[in-house]
């Protein structure tokens, strides 16, 4: 199956980025700035959902899975579950990211992303998708949650 990334998105809290922006190149590749101006600890915790988009409604999505984990020790751990494993190696092999805690303040980059087909879970049907993925302190179904950060990529698979 093939991909083509079609949106993206970022928002960084002023209280950890100075700057995060994203764009899409011309051939559709992701490219991403992140200035991250404070350290990022161990209780920094991620939730990543994959939505469909539902083709009646033009503009609603159904959550096809949503994994919530902590980042430091998943990145400590390598990425116990198989997928998580293969779309963080794909992102990391794009850009500097950090791949251990504490993640210090820094300029992080990617260039050029691109979903390669191995990453793409061969059961999931032709259609329009959208991975977002948050980062935040606090607990998982808690209310006081301390966002850091959200990236949206919406990706067409044909």
Not at 11 to 18: D, G, L, P, Q, T
Not at 50 to 69: H, M
Request: proline share 3%; glycine share 6%.
């Amino acid at each position: 199956m093939r991909s083509k990334i079609t949106n993206v998105s970022v928002e960084c809290s002023k209280e950890f980025c100075s700057e995060a922006r994203g764009w899409l190149t011309s051939g559709g590749e992701v490219n991403m700035d992140i200035h991250l101006n404070r350290t990022l600890r161990n209780g920094l915790r991620t939730t990543i959902t994959l939505l469909q988009l539902l083709e009646a409604s033009g503009n609603r999505y159904q959550t096809l899975f949503s994994y919530d984990f902590d980042t430091c020790k998943t990145l400590r751990e390598m990425m116990q579950s198989s997928l998580m494993k293969v779309w963080l190696r794909n992102v990391f092999k794009y850009g500097n990211l950090a791949d251990r805690c504490p993640i210090k303040p820094a300029y992080y980059d990617i260039r050029n992303f691109q979903l390669e087909s191995g990453s793409i879970p061969a059961y999931l049907p032709v259609g329009f998708y959208r991975v977002h993925d948050t980062n935040y302190y606090g607990r998982p179904k808690g209310k006081k949650r301390r966002f850091v950060a959200t990236y949206v990529l919406d990706i067409k698979f044909y």
